[in-house]
């Protein structure tokens, strides 16, 4: 990232913000049982995505312009090299063809467009695959292994617990201890949160599905899968970050001069007895691990104006041959990522006016 301010970014065209419009359009339009779920349309108790959404800005501050969460990040584009063990199990066509193109984002997982890399041990990676037969595959990846919770209930709750109290501006140090001692179900995450440490690079990191999603076959035939992607790079194991703002998308610059960055896409199969409809619950003991295919970055962009920009990568995006599993966080997060594109396409002009300490 630039440590000094950035040339101002010329504005978006009518044309182009209609079109940015029209595409989280068809979102919404092909997603109305999620938003049902999630917005009180069929349960008035449920939770709003405007209420996480809402949350999210109360904990990290509202930037004009970014997504409320992975609020920092930087573009790629590459292809995925598909193998053979995959097809078997999805009649998806990025598992059939030879190639498919991509676009991927990598992120901290904050809504402060300035937080210093350092700041989380966490680095996500969400992916859109662009198939021939005009189909996309989206998915939103992460370094952890698991989600702290299995609700969109208790992540509002996680949100609550972390918020600024309005008396100092700081979150009172003994919420976040109550909450986790009312959610036990957060061991696991606790667990890798304690050995956990920030990376140097985002080249070096793996990256898991977390939530359950099945394959399907030509004959419909179902296997459930959690996904991760796994570096294959020379250097794939990376040091630990030191204190600092924006290194890690000079860092991927400077590898990705000397060449393209491979990850491979591992499908864990699930075992009978494994949890499908909760993030928060690992599934341990043996499994067997597809290797689905090679995934290959080979530029950069700023996200400022590169092309994974407008992109919402909304994890219920999905092309014939995979299929959401009934996890509830699944629908809320289309739900809410939804929310807050609407929120940021809106503010695109007053960013153009705003003098930028990083590349958004």
Not at 290 to 307: E, F, I, R
Not at 327 to 347: F, I, K, M, V
Request: net charge neutral; aromatic share 8%.
């Amino acid at each position: 990232m630039l440590d000094h301010p950035s040339p101002p970014r010329p504005a978006l065209s009518t044309a182009s913000l209609v079109v940015r419009l029209a595409a989280i359009g068809v979102v919404v339009a092909g997603l109305a049982a999620a938003f049902a779920y999630v917005n009180g349309t069929l349960d008035p108790q449920r939770l709003r995505p405007k209420t996480l959404v809402n949350a999210l800005e109360t904990n990290n501050g509202v930037h004009p312009g970014y997504r409320r969460n992975h609020a920092k990040g930087v573009c790629v584009a590459g292809y995925f090299q598909s193998s053979a063990e995959a097809r078997a199990y999805s009649s998806a066509e990025v598992f059939s063809e030879a190639k498919t193109p991509l676009i991927g984002r990598f992120a901290l997982p904050s809504g402060n467009p300035y937080a210093p890399d350092s700041s989380v041990p966490i680095r996500s990676f969400a992916v859109q695959f662009s198939q021939a037969n005009g189909q996309q595959w989206r998915t939103g990846m992460n370094s952890m292994p698991v989600f702290p919770v299995g609700t969109p209930e208790a992540f509002y709750q996680l949100l609550k617990a972390g918020a600024p109290d309005p008396a100092t501006g700081k979150p009172n140090p003994a919420n976040m201890p109550a909450f986790f001692a009312a959610h036990p179900e957060a061991a696991p995450f606790l667990a890798w949160v304690k050995t956990a440490k920030p990376s140097a690079s985002y080249a070096t990191e793996t990256y898991n599905g977390i939530n359950a999603f099945y394959l399907v076959n030509g004959e419909g035939k179902r296997q459930a899968v959690r996904w991760a992607v796994v570096p294959q790079s020379q250097d794939a194991v990376g040091d630990t970050a030191v204190d600092g703002s924006d290194f890690l998308e000079k860092d991927l610059v400077q590898r990705l001069a000397a060449g393209p960055l491979r990850w491979q896409l591992n499908m864990t199969l699930a075992n009978p007895g494994d949890v499908l409809d909760d993030a928060s619950k690992p599934w341990s003991g043996p499994h067997t691990v597809l290797n689905a295919g090679t995934l290959v970055v080979q530029s950069s962009q700023p996200q400022a104006d590169g092309d994974c920009r407008d992109i919402n990568f909304d994890p219920l995006i999905l092309p014939s041959g995979i299929q959401a599993s009934n996890d509830p966080l699944l629908a809320a997060r289309s739900a809410a990522y939804a929310s807050s594109y609407l929120r940021r396409a809106g503010e695109v002009s007053p960013l153009h006016h705003a003098p930028q300490e990083s590349k958004p």
